[in-house]
Nanobody, 120 residues
Framework: VQLQASGGGLVQAGGSLKLSCVASGLIFSWTDVGWYRQTPGKQRELVAVFPTTELGTSIPKYGDSVKGRFTIQRDNGKSTVTMQMNDLKPEDTAVYYC???????????WGQGTQVTVSS
């Protein structure tokens, strides 16, 4: 399984970035996919997750600090999960990791991380 993330960078507060993650080696439609972030000295935290769409209506879940600003989307045909990040704040600065968890399984896969830096 490989998760290839891209789209990080440096942006001013109030700006936007879009992260993308392309997955290979798994049945993407049967996978819960999402984004986590981590800053030095802190635990990795959930940013957004989009559950599998194979079990009916799938509702994305967001961390409280990004609700209303970030939007996660998935494209099963392209095995891709994206996250549009708007109104970025300096506290959003972190390394962002793509995550994939096959539905009903115990495996947990991570991408290589992409740095997002928001200047004030």
């Amino acid at each position: 399984v490989q998760l290839q993330a891209s789209g990080g960078g440096l942006v001013q507060a109030g700006g936007s970035l879009k992260l993308s993650c392309v997955a290979s080696g798994l049945i993407f439609s049967w996978t819960d996919v999402g984004w986590y972030r981590q800053t030095p000295g802190k635990q990795r935290e959930l940013v957004a997750v989009f559950p599998t769409t194979e079990l009916g209506t799938s509702i994305p879940k967001y961390g409280d600090s990004v609700k209303g600003r970030f939007t996660i989307q998935r494209d099963n045909g392209k095995s891709t999960v994206t996250m549009q990040m708007n109104d970025l704040k300096p506290e959003d600065t972190a390394v962002y990791y793509c995550n994939a968890r096959p539905t009903g399984g115990t495996s947990n896969y991570w991408g290589q991380g992409t740095q997002v830096t928001v200047s004030s």
